[in-house]
């Protein structure tokens, strides 16, 4: 069975950090693009950032840039976002996603909610 499953979510103050994983069953990463998505309370879900299956190329959106980092460790089979100088405006649930194209196969994670607040 095919599963990602997020974690590392939590309640932090503005300016903290926290640190999300996305590991995979039942599959390897490492032939995969990831994402991390986001979700608050009212709003569609949006990009946050993405890693390359090969190269490991990353981009973020432009209200994470310099705050974000994403990586991979193939050996753990994670992929992880790392979050710092959080704002309230990050508050929501946060997704992971694989996709490979040949053969397409494209998987979400259940989420895992990330609140900022004082």
């Known amino acids: 069975q095919l599963q990602l499953v997020e974690s590392g979510g939590g309640l932090v103050q503005p300016g903290g950090s926290l640190r999300l994983s996305c590991t995979a069953s039942?599959?390897?990463?490492?032939?995969?693009?990831i994402g991390w998505f986001r979700q608050a309370p009212g709003k569609e879900r949006e990009g946050v950032s993405c890693i390359s299956s090969s190269e490991g190329h990353t981009n973020f959106a432009d209200s994470v840039k310099g705050r974000f980092t994403i990586s991979r460790d193939n050996a753990k089979n994670t992929v992880y976002l790392a979050m710092n100088s959080l704002k309230p405006e990050d508050t929501a649930v946060y997704y992971c996603?694989?996709?490979?194209?040949?053969?397409?196969?494209?998987?979400w994670g259940q989420g895992t909610q990330v609140t900022v607040s004082s």
């Open positions: 996603n694989a996709e490979r194209f040949y053969p397409y196969t494209n998987s």
């Open positions: 039942g599959f390897t990463l490492d032939s995969h693009g």
